[in-house]
């Protein structure tokens, strides 16, 4: 049996496909009527993962800071448009998880109002390194 690639080793449509896989557990629980919506938020959430590697391995090669220079006197370092965008999408990320979450019904804790401690959703994050 061979081994398993590395995201390192992978192509971004193969992250997003083990990405997708990470969710299957959890999507095979999920009401049928639910289903779709979940399908879309996995997608999403697969792209994002896959696209947060990238970015991450771009600011590990570059750094967090980037000179610039906007005509003749005016230059200086700036955050790192991957900083930016990372810093962005991983927002986003987060928010589509909690989502997926919720639907699946793991978003909740009882006594919190139905608001949802994290306890989850932190434990299934947890699960994804």
């Known amino acids: 049996m061979g081994r398993t690639k590395t995201y390192e080793e992978m192509t971004k ?3 997003i496909k083990k990405e997708k896989s990470k969710f299957s557990a959890i999507c095979r629980e999920v ?3 639910k289903k779709k919506a979940m399908e879309t938020l996995v997608n999403e959430a697969a792209f994002m993962g896959a696209s947060l590697f990238e970015l991450r391995k771009k600011i590990n090669e570059k750094g967090y800071t980037e000179e610039y220079q906007n ?3 005016q230059k200086g370092v700036k955050k790192c448009s991957e900083v930016e965008v990372y810093n962005v999408m991983i927002k986003n990320y987060t928010a589509v998880i909690k989502q ?3 639907i699946a019904g793991k978003g909740s804790k009882s006594g919190d109002g139905g608001k949802g401690n994290g306890d989850d959703f932190f434990a299934f994050l947890k699960s994804k390194a």
Request: charged share 50%; glycine share 8%.
């Open 100 to 102: 997926i979450m919720e």
């Open 31 to 33: 009401e049928k009527d």
């Open 71 to 73: 005509g003749a006197n």
């Open 13 to 15: 449509d193969e992250i």
